[in-house]
């Protein structure tokens, strides 16, 4: 076996879903080049993520913070700067907008708009607990990892793993294919009563808006499918962590719409996105343990 292949088989499927996406990008930022203004920059940045994702890896069994870095921080990293790339990138492959068929999906089912309808339950301090529910989609799939490692978990957690970066590529591959700007910028003339907090909600919506900018990602519905997913995975490999999850899920998935970010079609969407994300996610693994298991016999 050469060099190359040995380094091929130390990759879990997580390094190599997370290296495809990568490579998928830069070839779809190549293809469309002339309409890209940042596109040398996304290239590099998509590069200097696999030469890492490569690097990292010559060190992980070292342990200590490479290990970590490998197991928790570089993971993170490339959900969140992939992430903020594809303000960069969405519009300019895909310009046309899926708003309008998202809305009336929503009226044909509700017979009328679903935030405009939940403005009749609204308050500040439901406000603020939605805002704060909302806003624990970008822990809850940590605090999963750092469960499983901390109990020695290493099988599980590597699943674990995958099938979440696998679940957030997907729903990447959604807003680059189905782009959606939400309900809280293309209804918000519709709406008659302005979302308000008691003390938390427009600090965080204000930070939430910074960091995450404009995307396009509204469908699917990332924060369902995600935190569907993380569910799951709790129920299979940490039963008790699954019922501490369930209600923060659950209030985080009625948060993306009484919070204006969603439409309740993009939640339909997540929870599709889950059954894929699991169906193929635990095939692919499946079959990458049985390669492995060929390999180390031969």
């Known amino acids: 076996m050469g060099r190359i292949g040995r380094i091929i088989l130390k990759l879990r499927p997580a390094d190599i879903v ?67 790339s594809l303000e960069w990138l969405v519009h300019y492959v ?33 406000t603020d607990i939605l805002q704060i529910a909302y806003s624990t989609y970008y822990f809850i799939p940590i605090s999963l990892g750092v469960v499983l490692l901390l109990n020695n978990q290493r099988e599980e957690f590597n699943r674990t793993l995958f099938l979440i970066l696998f679940c957030f590529y997907l729903s990447y591959l959604g807003y680059i294919l189905m782009p959606a700007l939400g309900p809280r910028f293309t209804i918000s003339h519709l709406q008659t009563t302005e979302l308000q907090g008691l003390f ?29 997913t993380v569910l799951y995975l709790a129920y299979r490999f940490k039963k008790r962590f699954f019922w501490i999850l369930l209600p923060i899920v659950s ?48």
């Open 200 to 228: 938390i909600a427009e600090p965080l919506q204000k930070l939430l808006n910074k960091l995450e900018g404009i995307k396009r990602d509204a469908f699917p519905s990332g924060h369902t499918a995600v935190a569907v």
């Open 18 to 84: 997370t290296i495809l996406f990568l490579l998928f990008l830069s070839v779809l930022t190549l293809i469309f080049y002339p309409y890209i203004p940042k596109a040398p920059f996304l290239i590099s940045l998509y590069s200097i993520f696999i030469i890492v994702q490569f690097i990292i890896m010559r060190f992980k069994d070292n342990g200590g913070f490479m290990g970590l870095f490998y197991d928790l921080i570089f993971p993170i990293l490339c959900v969140l700067v992939i992430f903020d």
């Open 94 to 126: 895909n310009p046309e907008d899926i708003d309008p068929i998202l809305i009336r999906l929503d009226y044909l089912i509700f017979n009328n708009h679903p935030t405009i309808i939940l403005e009749r339950i609204m308050s500040p301090l439901l």
């Open 251 to 298: 209030a985080l998935i009625f948060s993306t719409v009484y919070c204006r970010y969603h439409y309740v079609v993009d939640i339909i969407a997540g929870f599709g996105l889950t059954l894929l994300t699991i169906f193929l996610g635990e095939w692919y693994y499946e079959w990458w343990l049985k390669g492995q298991s060929r390999s180390l016999n031969n």
